[in-house]
């Protein structure tokens, strides 16, 4: 079963409007946290990384006051893409690596969120 | 600079046949890890196999196998046996320092490539 899970699967908003994507790891705490985004066709690309009890650690060209990301307890970041546009609408997909893991595969995505914003 | 490359934008194999596809990666990290993932169109990231830089052996996993040749910084996915259901797109990922505490867990993907599998 999923270890990581995200929520909404899916979600249409209004252009001007907030809209909120949780990522929670299930059976592990996750100090840290991924946020990718996803055009179709094209390759996931890493947003930011969401570190708990900390501020979150932009990739150069994203708006951090437009990407709002909050990781307040070791199995729970959020995503709130604030003020959306049309432009916004894409794939997003979270990650978690399992810290207590040594080596191997010890990383876990979300099942993603579909945003279209009207 | 840190970089995968995945040239096969879309490749077709005859169902039950071996397909590879093809990566490539640039680092100078001594420690890394590198993925593969497959992604059908309901968006979810499958797992299929990971290769540490200092795994001797190349891993496999079921009827993925990965030809890893690090001296030619390559990660080949080889899929035996193609079934129907392994339609998809298919990315390799690299996670520099593999171990120690340069272990962030963030991930570079390759460009991705679009495998269909005929009947």
């Known amino acids: 079963g999923a270890v990581v899970s995200q929520h909404p699967s899916r979600v249409i908003c209004k252009s001007g409007t907030s809209v909120k994507i949780e990522c929670r790891s299930l059976d592990f705490q996750a100090t840290t946290m991924f946020w990718y985004r996803q055009f179709p066709k094209q390759s996931l690309m890493l947003m930011a990384t969401?570190?708990?009890?900390?501020?979150?650690?932009?990739e150069q060209g994203v708006e951090k006051d437009k990407f709002l990301i909050n990781h307040a307890s070791l199995t729970l970041s959020t995503l709130t893409v604030t003020s959306a546009h049309p432009e916004d609408s894409s794939f997003y997909i979270c990650?978690?690596?399992?810290?207590?893991?040594?080596?191997?595969?010890?990383?876990?995505f979300g099942e993603g969120s579909w945003l279209t914003v009207v | 600079a840190q970089k995968i490359t995945q040239t096969q934008p879309g490749m077709f194999v005859q169902e039950k046949e071996a397909v590879t596809l093809d990566c490539t990666y640039d680092?100078?990290?001594?420690?890394?890890?590198l993925f593969w993932y497959k992604q059908p169109s309901s968006g979810e990231m499958i797992f299929l196999i990971y290769?540490?830089?200092?795994?001797?052996q190349n891993a496999t996993e079921g009827r993925y196998s990965l030809n890893f040749q690090k001296a030619r910084k390559s990660a080949n996915l080889v899929i035996s046996a193609s079934q129907l259901g392994d339609s998809a797109m298919y990315f390799c990922a690299m996670r520099p320092s593999a171990h120690g505490s340069g272990n962030t867990g963030k991930l570079i993907f390759g460009q991705g490539t679009t495998l269909q599998v005929k009947p």
């Open positions: 680092t100078s990290d001594p420690s890394y890890g």
């Open positions: 290769q540490g830089s200092y795994d001797q």
């Open positions: 990650s978690a690596r399992d810290s207590d893991r040594g080596s191997g595969n010890t990383i876990y």
């Open positions: 969401s570190n708990e009890g900390s501020k979150a650690t932009y």
